[in-house]
């Protein structure tokens, strides 16, 4: 079965740059999607195959996919960006399944 | 802007059938992935299975033998069985709407429920 790694936790300073990775086995290969939740909520798509952003997701969420690793890069971080962010990519090798990372939770200093 | 919603009951006995409903409001449920996601306090998301508006299905292989899915458009409405339950399977359970681009992935999602597992 197809394993995402992600490292448990990220802490930022304000205005700085956040780099959430994600590791699989030639992950470069595969399509990544990236979802943020905050507490209490839904999950929320915020960068969909490697690098695309849904209508309404700030230009400073950013992906790049390649060999082993995806990120997601968060630009400017501000304090409300703090969340649990999940990677995911859809399995189709054998059966079709959905995979998600690990969850990294990110904090703003 | 689709919407979905999550409904059925919050406790269910261990051994019993879990059984949700997703109501989808503001487009058409036809044509489309839909998926059940669940994610257990704490803990990271873990995606049970999919169906498309056709009836087939995908669902995960650890859950294989106590899911079934399936969708009555008339109603918009998709749903959820998990059969056989025990603690373990107490968690937030959400529906999502799935998009094929270059992967699957979900634009939508409900605002969950939580089903806990006990007598």
């Known amino acids: 079965s197809y394993v995402l790694t992600q490292p448990p936790s990220v802490s930022v300073a304000p205005g700085q740059t956040a780099r959430i990775t994600c590791g699989g086995n030639?992950?470069?290969?595969?399509?990544v999607h990236w979802y943020q939740q905050k507490p209490g909520q839904a999950p929320v798509l915020v960068v969909y195959?490697?690098?695309d952003r849904p209508s309404g997701i700030p230009e400073r969420f950013s992906g790049s996919n390649s060999g082993n690793t995806a990120t997601l890069t968060i630009s400017r971080v501000e304090a409300g960006d703090e969340a649990d962010y999940y990677c995911?990519?859809?399995?189709?090798?054998?059966?079709?399944?959905?995979?998600f990372g690990t969850g990294t939770k990110v904090t703003v200093l | 802007q689709v919407q979905l919603q999550e409904s059925g009951p919050g406790l269910v006995k261990p051994s019993e059938t879990l059984s949700l409903t997703c109501t989808v409001s503001?487009?058409?449920?036809?044509?489309?992935?839909w998926s059940w996601i669940r994610q257990p306090a704490g803990k990271g998301l873990e995606w049970i299975g999919r169906?498309?508006?056709?009836?087939?299905?995908n669902y995960s292989p650890s859950l294989k033998s106590r899911v079934t899915m399936s969708v009555d458009t008339s109603r918009n409405q998709f749903s959820l069985r998990l059969s056989s339950v025990t603690a373990a399977d107490t968690a937030v359970y959400y529906c999502?709407?799935?998009?094929?681009?270059?992967?699957?992935?979900?634009?939508?999602w409900g605002q969950g429920i939580l089903v806990t597992v006990s007598s």
């Open positions: 503001g487009g058409s449920i036809s044509s489309y992935y």
């Open positions: 030639n992950i470069g290969s595969e399509s």
């Open positions: 995911q990519v859809w399995d189709s090798s054998s059966d079709h399944r959905g995979v």
């Open positions: 999502a709407r799935g998009l094929t681009g270059y992967g699957h992935y979900f634009d939508s």
């Open positions: 169906l498309y508006t056709s009836g087939s299905t």
């Open positions: 195959d490697d690098s």
